[in-house]
T-cell receptor, first 114, second 114 residues
Framework: AQSVTQPDIHITVSEGASLELRCNYSYGATPYLFWYVQSPGQGLQLLLKYFSGDTLVQGIKGFEAEFKRSQSSFNLRKPSVHWSDAAEYFCAVGARNAGNMLTFGGGTRLMVKP | EAQVTQNPRYLITVTGKKLTVTCSQN?????MSWYRQDPGLGLRQIYY???????DKGDVPEGYKVSRKEKRNFPLILESPSPNQTSLYFC?????????????FGEGSWLTVV
């Protein structure tokens, strides 16, 4: 069974600073990989996803993530954080050829200092 | 507009009083599921359904029931709620067959059991 670890529960960055949120997964092969964002009081919005091909994936809102097979990681990055990026971020993995189920990490809450 | 609609959005109830959280999607999706979100644990799947009259347990099914009598609806039933079911609940839907299919989430239902 797959699992996902987001080592950082909380992260605080200054507005304009760069951001990296970590995600490590455990799975026997290359999974589908996702990042979702949850703004306060809102549902989950898909930021980006990786299925195959180019290991650097571009998403919405200026986010990108890089799949590193050797490290079993799929870290999310943004070069310059905006105050509106304050939210909770979830990494998720899905098994290929095994139905629709996603396994989510515990989430990282991002706070942005002015 | 593609939507997953949950009701109620907010509910405070007492231990043992049966309640139902409704979920409806307008995208003709075969696959629907329920998650609960708890701090530090991310989203955990409660039940899922691959199609009408086909349901199965997820990771944390204890204390919950579901039914799928129509394709668009997937209600979550708490027969005898307990305080440990206080949580944020999300309904989700997608096309069936692959975790690579885009998942659409509802806006969440905050449930407090006292």
């Amino acid at each position: 069974a797959q699992s996902v670890t987001q080592p950082d529960i909380h992260i605080t960055v200054s507005e304009g600073a760069s951001l990296e949120l970590r995600c490590n997964y455990s799975y026997g092969a290359t999974p589908y990989l996702f990042w979702y964002v949850q703004s306060p009081g809102q549902g989950l919005q898909l930021l980006l996803k990786y299925f195959s091909g180019d290991t650097l994936v571009q998403g919405i809102k200026g986010f990108e993530a890089e799949f590193k097979r050797s490290q079993s990681s799929f870290n999310l990055r943004k070069p310059s954080v905006h105050w509106s990026d304050a939210a909770e971020y979830f990494c998720a993995v899905g098994a290929r050829n095994a139905g629709n189920m996603l396994t989510f990490g515990g989430g990282t809450r991002l706070m942005v200092k002015p | 507009e593609a939507q997953v609609t949950q009701n109620p959005r907010y509910l405070i109830t007492v231990t043992g009083k049966k309640l139902t959280v409704t979920c409806s999607q307008n995208m003709n999706h075969e696959y629907m599921s329920w998650y609960r979100q708890d701090p530090g644990l991310g989203l955990r799947q409660i039940y899922y359904s691959m199609n009408v009259e086909v349901t199965d347990k997820g990771d944390v099914p204890e204390g919950y029931k579901v039914s799928r009598k129509e394709k668009r609806n997937f209600p979550l039933i708490l027969e005898s709620p307990s305080p440990n079911q206080t949580s944020l609940y999300f309904c989700a839907s997608s096309l069936a067959g692959s975790s690579g299919n885009t998942i659409y989430f509802g806006e969440g239902s905050w449930l407090t059991v006292v």
